[in-house]
T-cell receptor, first 116, second 114 residues
Framework: NAGVTQTPKFRVLKTGQSMTLLCAQDMNHEYMYWYRQDPGMGLRLIHY???????AKGEVPDGYNVSRLKKQNFLLGLESAAPSQTSVYFC???????????????FGQGTRLTVV | GESVGLHLPTLSVQEGDNSIINCAYS??????FIWYKQESGKGPQFIIDIRSNMDKRQGQRVTVLLNKTVKHLSLQIAATQPGDSAVYFC?????????????FGGGTRVLVKP
């Protein structure tokens, strides 16, 4: 059981380049989240999704876009990377059941992105 | 928007002592809370959770206390071990009708001294 898998694990981008981070989960989870974590800081929510085909903005959505075309995948896109987007990005997923809507979120191992 | 704490204090603890990590949350609608542990270079890992209809929950060496009156969470680690050195985050989740955004606090770094 792979859980939550993020690709790539590391990436260096030049300012203005674009890229997509992929998050895949094999737990049939409904909810998926993208966070960024800056050095010595907590996790800030970028975007999230409560189901296939739905997305919503988090605390720091500017400069990012997401898509949830398939239930198991949640993509995070940077259209024009900026040095301020240098960070570690974490994806998480959690399960929504009719009788127990709130459950723990499982995290991927992170993607370390550097924008130069 | 509302948030859960936004700083990263450090708690130094002697091996074998008990640790208490505190967290203030701001969304009074949140009804589910989770403590996560993050070791260096890894993603956060679930430690323990608590629902808003409880004020205490115990796990293996860990206890979470919830005080809804003052919107405060704490994590107690008994007999702290070197392997407990990590950053600990609390997270809150409001009900589905309120958006279901899992929001994290800034975290507390725990350093266990031998």
């Amino acid at each position: 059981n792979a859980g939550v898998t993020q690709t790539p694990k590391f990436r260096v981008l030049k300012t203005g380049q674009s890229m997509t981070l992929l998050c895949a989960q094999d737990m049939n989870h409904e909810y998926m989240y993208w966070y960024r974590q800056d050095p010595g800081m907590g996790l800030r929510l970028i975007h999230y999704s409560v189901g296939e085909g739905t997305t919503a903005k988090g605390e720091v959505p500017d400069g990012y876009n997401v898509s949830r075309l398939k239930k198991q995948n949640f993509l995070l896109g940077l259209e024009s990377a900026a040095p301020s987007q240098t960070s570690v990005y974490f994806c998480a997923s959690s399960f929504d059941s009719a009788g127990n809507p709130n459950t723990e979120a499982f995290f991927g191992q992170g993607t370390r992105l550097t924008v130069v | 928007g509302e948030s859960v704490g936004l700083h990263l204090p450090t708690l130094s603890v002697q091996e074998g002592d008990n640790s208490i990590i505190n967290c203030a949350y701001s969304n009074s609608a949140s009804d589910y809370f989770i403590w996560y542990k993050q070791e260096s270079g890894k993603g956060p890992q679930f430690i323990i959770d608590i629902r808003s209809n409880m004020d205490k929950r115990q796990g293996q060496r860990v206890t979470v206390l919830l005080n809804k009156t003052v919107k405060h969470l704490s994590l107690q680690i008994a007999a702290t071990q070197p392997g407990d050195s990590a950053v600990y985050f609390c997270a809150e989740l409001p009900p589905k009708a309120a958006g279901n955004k899992l929001t994290f606090g800034g975290g507390t770094r725990v350093l266990v001294k031998p």
